[in-house]
């Protein structure tokens, strides 16, 4: 079955740029209708859905986060990745990488990875 | 955005007996021209990222013990789990996928 991994650093400095990729296993990123998001959490709070991207590359952003996101996808390496910029102490949180199953036949976010923690400090 | 609101934010439940959360959309999740909200469920555990539960509203993902149930249309949800278990503490949360998907505050679930 379909399985999803975060990788990238744990800590980056504010005003930076947060890096995160996500490998997908199990089957091709490119099969089905689906899309694939990034949301966060941070330590203790409830979940906040960052972004998406199909396999055409087309997006759809959290508009509170929206000017300083971008989600690309490499259908080559079966991975697609998150760009944050400029982050603050408030960026700090679990991320997770997730497939969104869309609207045709299912709706909601399965499955997910693990999860990695970005601590934004200097 | 939608914003959704849970209640409780948590409850204790004896084992064995019924569990109720409910989900409140600012407004309606519900697609007009295939009348299905577009409403889920997620359980998170201490340490382990969300499982999806339910999706429109009311349809149970495969293998999701039938003690889970959805629900609700339009703007206003609940979860039930019809006979809690010592497996079902956890963190359980509503999201929206109508448009720039939202997700609840959370409702912690506890043993009494």
């Known amino acids: 079955q379909v399985q999803l991994q975060e990788s990238g650093p744990g800590l980056v400095k504010p005003s930076q740029t947060l890096s995160l990729t996500c490998t997908v296993s199990g089957g091709s990123i490119s099969s089905g209708p689906y899309y694939w998001s990034w949301i966060r959490q941070p330590a203790g709070k409830g979940l906040e859905w960052i972004g998406r991207?199909?396999?055409?590359?087309?997006?759809n952003y959290n508009p509170s986060l929206k000017s300083r996101v971008t989600i690309s996808v490499d259908t080559s390496k079966n991975q697609f990745s998150l760009k944050l910029s400029s982050v603050t102490a408030a960026d700090t949180a679990v991320y997770y990488c997730?497939?969104?199953?869309?609207?045709?036949?299912?709706?909601?976010?399965?499955?997910w990875g693990q999860g990695t923690l970005v601590t934004v400090s200097s | 955005d939608i914003v959704m609101t849970q209640s409780p934010d948590s409850l204790a439940v004896s084992l064995g007996e019924r569990a109720t959360i409910n989900c409140k959309s600012s407004q309606s999740v519900l697609y007009s021209s295939n009348n299905k909200s577009y409403l889920s469920w997620y359980q998170q555990k201490p340490g382990q990222p969300p499982k999806l539960l339910i999706y429109?509203?009311?349809t149970r993902e495969s293998g999701v013990p039938d003690r889970f149930s959805g629900s609700g249309s339009g703007t206003d949800f609940t979860l039930t789990i019809s006979s809690l278990q010592a497996e079902d503490v956890a963190v359980y949360y509503c999201q929206q996928y109508y448009t720039s998907w939202t997700f609840g505050q959370g409702t912690k679930v506890e043993i009494k």
């Open positions: 429109w509203a009311s």
């Open positions: 991207i199909y396999i055409s590359g087309s997006t």
């Open positions: 997730a497939r969104d199953l869309g609207t045709i036949s299912k709706g909601g976010f399965d499955p």
